[in-house]
Every structure is written in C-alpha cells, then in structure tokens.
C-alpha cells in the first residue's frame, strides 16, 4: 500500500511562489506515474501536472503550462510540484496520486490508484 503525504502548501500573495512535496512510502515513486491535481471549493477537481516513469515523460494543463514545474527525486521517493508567477485562480487544495497504469492508459483520476491528502494552497490577491 502505497502511501503519499503532501507539504509545502501556504498562504502567497499574487506573483509569489510555492513548492509542493508529495513523499511516499510503502513503494517507490519512480515505479508509477505520479499526477499532481486542484481542486478549488465548488469545483470539480483537475489535473495540474503528470510525470511518467521517464522524466521526459510530462503534462501540464495549459493554465499551468509555463509556471508550474512537476520533478521528481528517486533518491528522496519524493516528487515536486515548484510553482511560480501564482494567481488567485490557483487557490485550491492540490493533492498527489500514484498510477500503476502505463503512462499513455492514464487519463481520468479513476486512473490513479493512491491518493494523499492534500495541502491548502491560497493565494491572495
């Protein structure tokens, strides 16, 4: 059973930035594909970042595309979310999910087999 926690979520005002971890235990975080996801209050919740086995492999949603960066530190079993240029629209709690799946199966969050808690990300204006 793999378990995932988040960090690093915090109050920041508009133009600030932020870097999320997600550790996990209990399997190895090179082993699945590693998602990043939002959800803002009265929304539905959405993927921000990917990250397959290769690090070459990546998504972003274009909201995102340009300001966030999602890593990943095999040596930690750690993977990151750096965000930059923060906006208002970026308030939500932004959890970590864990897929078994191959990389190109992973669509839906029905994909994703674990999932951490989250952590509160707001961002003020």
């Given at each position: 059973?793999?378990?995932?926690?988040?960090?690093?979520?915090?109050?920041?005002?508009?133009?600030?930035?932020?870097?999320?971890?997600?550790?996990a235990?209990?399997?190895?975080?090179?082993?699945?594909?590693?998602?990043?996801?939002?959800?803002?209050?009265?929304?539905?919740?959405?993927?921000?970042?990917?990250?397959?086995?290769?690090?070459?492999?990546?998504?972003?949603?274009?909201?995102?595309?340009?300001?966030?960066?999602?890593?990943?530190?095999?040596?930690?079993?750690?993977?990151?979310?750096q965000?930059?240029t923060?906006?208002?629209?970026?308030?939500?709690?932004?959890?970590?999910?864990?897929?078994?799946?191959?990389?190109?199966?992973?669509?839906?969050?029905?994909?994703?087999?674990?999932?951490?808690?989250?952590?509160?990300?707001?961002?003020?204006?």
């Amino acid at each position: 059973q793999v378990q995932l926690v988040e960090s690093g979520g915090g109050l920041v005002q508009a133009g600030g930035s932020l870097r999320l971890s997600c550790a996990a235990s209990g399997g190895t975080v090179s082993s699945y594909v590693m998602g990043w996801f939002r959800q803002a209050p009265g929304k539905e919740r959405e993927i921000v970042a990917r990250i397959g086995r290769s690090e070459f492999s990546t998504y972003y949603a274009d909201s995102v595309k340009g300001r966030f960066t999602i890593s990943r530190d095999n040596a930690k079993n750690t993977v990151y979310l750096q965000m930059h240029t923060l906006k208002p629209e970026d308030t939500a709690v932004y959890s970590c999910a864990a897929s078994a799946k191959l990389y190109s199966r992973v669509r839906t969050t029905s994909d994703y087999n674990y999932w951490g808690q989250g952590t509160q990300v707001t961002v003020s204006s």
